[in-house]
């Protein structure tokens, strides 16, 4: 080497972060975690409001899940799907299938939300073709969506804050308007309506498209990055319903709300739906390691079977698709998920009940326009004028500010813009329910009041 490199104190460039404000110092930095707590360099403790990134299930440092990546580690950490297996692998695939709606019999691996997403978007085209409907290329979407930040991704996503630069780089897509009971263009509030008007729409546009289009994508039941808005009950179902009706494929994107989120493992079994492909990341491995699955049906993995030289395979890998140590740590939730009895009305139950009477609190707050859940995945949105709903300035960075506020008060959140997301880790104890509520609160108050 020749002559010394400058390099930055941390040459870090931060995910979704204006780095101008890190150019002297970097975020807050975790050494260690327990539980549901995070501790910082000085041994600070926080209470991780956002299952760190809505991806932890059952709290950091399980006992079960570490020793399950430690003893796998001890066999071997990885190797390769291309061409290979691993017994983890095909464990977990079996074992997802057991759980899973009906008719998902079929498992690809991969590593994140968004590869997840890729992949159900390139099975759904290419199986279209592999039928010999050459003309379907379309996909349709709801506008707010959230599907990942690679470019397939984004173009299934309908959100112009994130997606609106790339324009030029991406395909197009339909977009359906988001069924959202608090933001419509209706002067009355009657919600009957609303519900209407958005189920009708859906159907005009999918028997529109139904000719050119390959597949439906939708987050089930709640759009998350959107800012948690909730569907009407139905809503899914209606999709499915209509997806069937004009012969296209409905894809759930369930990365966030699967795993438990919104109190069923995964978020379509409350509307009795079985999507034709289903993805799933985030809380997969119980937050301990990427990876990322895209279930099909049978249907749909038959139509890529074939003689070699018809070259109908699926020609799509990651390298470190179904990662040995990620699939031992997925294995590891699902046992504690029936250990722990998780999901159990008994255990599930009074936390998702303490959680919505911490939400109906806040929504008495003066700046509270709206509070949005399902099961222990929601958000609280704060505007300026309660009664016009109208938002505060974007400069202003409410949000940012409440959730540093709580980060005084030792919980870790993160907003999405004006909304507070509330989002802790199934295995969060009643009691710390109340610190979450209590410190939310606070801060929203501090904030918002004065
Ligand atoms: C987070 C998220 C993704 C993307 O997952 P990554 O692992 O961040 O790529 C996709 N879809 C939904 C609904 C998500 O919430």
């Known amino acids: 080497m020749t002559g010394k490199k400058e390099i930055p104190i941390d040459p870090v460039w931060y995910p979704f972060t204006q780095m101008q404000e890190f150019t002297d110092h970097s975020p807050l930095s975790v050494v260690a975690a327990q539980g549901c707590w995070l501790e910082d360099e000085q041994g600070k403790r926080y209470l991780d409001g956002v299952s760190s990134l809505w991806a932890n299930v059952h709290g950091h440092r399980h006992p079960v899940i570490d020793k399950a990546i430690r003893e796998q580690m001890e066999r071997v950490s990885h190797s390769t799907m291309l061409g290979l297996s691993h017994p983890g692998g095909i464990e977990l695939a079996r074992q997802l299938v057991q759980r899973a709606p009906e008719g998902l019999s079929r498992i690809f691996y991969s590593d994140s939300g968004a590869t997840s997403v890729e992949i159900s978007l390139k099975m759904a085209y290419q199986y279209w073709q592999l039928l010999g409907e050459t003309q379907r290329y379309k996909f349709l979407k709801l506008s707010e969506a959230y599907h990942g930040d690679t470019i397939g991704a984004i173009s299934l996503g309908g959100m112009d804050l994130f997606h609106e630069r790339f324009d030029r780089l991406?395909?197009?897509?339909?977009?359906?308007?988001?069924?959202?009971?608090?933001?419509?263009?209706?002067?009355?509030?009657?919600?009957?309506?609303?519900?209407?008007?958005?189920?009708?729409?859906?159907?005009?546009?999918?028997?529109?498209?139904?000719?050119?289009?390959?597949?439906?994508?939708?987050?089930?039941?709640?759009?998350?990055?959107?800012?948690?808005?909730?569907?009407?009950?139905?809503?899914?179902?209606?999709?499915?319903?209509?997806?069937?009706?004009?012969?296209?494929?409905?894809?759930?994107?369930?990365?966030a709300v699967g795993f438990g989120r919104t109190g069923k493992m995964f978020a379509s079994e409350w509307e009795n739906v079985s999507p034709d492909l289903l993805c799933l990341g985030k809380g997969i491995t119980g937050g301990y390691m990427p990876l990322a699955a895209t279930m099909a049906t049978e249907q749909i993995f038959s139509a890529f079977l074939g003689d070699f030289e018809e070259l109908k395979t699926f020609f799509h890998g990651h390298t470190y698709t179904g990662n040995p140590l990620a699939c031992a740590a997925a294995l590891a939730s699902l046992q504690v998920f029936e250990e722990e009895r998780t999901l159990d009305d008994s255990v599930f139950g009074p936390k998702a009940n303490k959680y919505s009477e911490g939400m109906k609190r806040l929504e008495q707050l003066e700046h509270v326009g709206s509070v949005r859940y399902r099961g222990l995945m929601g958000g609280v949105e704060v505007v300026k004028d309660k009664t016009t709903k109208e938002p505060y300035p974007f400069e202003e960075r409410i949000g940012y500010q409440i959730i540093l506020e709580a980060r005084k008060q030792g919980v870790i959140l993160r907003p999405l813009g004006d909304v507070i997301v509330l989002m802790p880790p199934l295995a969060v104890s009643l009691e710390e329910l109340d610190i979450l509520f209590a410190a939310t609160e606070k801060a929203i108050r501090k904030i918002t009041e004065g």
């Open 170 to 255: 991406l395909f197009q897509s339909i977009k359906v308007p988001t069924p959202d009971l608090y933001r419509h263009p209706f002067a009355e509030n009657d919600e009957g309506h609303v519900v209407e008007h958005y189920f009708a729409l859906s159907e005009d546009l999918i028997k529109k498209h139904a000719e050119h289009a390959c597949g439906f994508i939708v987050e089930p039941l709640i759009q998350g990055a959107a800012g948690m808005i909730v569907h009407p009950p139905g809503y899914l179902k209606h999709l499915r319903d209509l997806t069937s009706k004009y012969n296209i494929l409905l894809i759930a994107d369930e990365v």
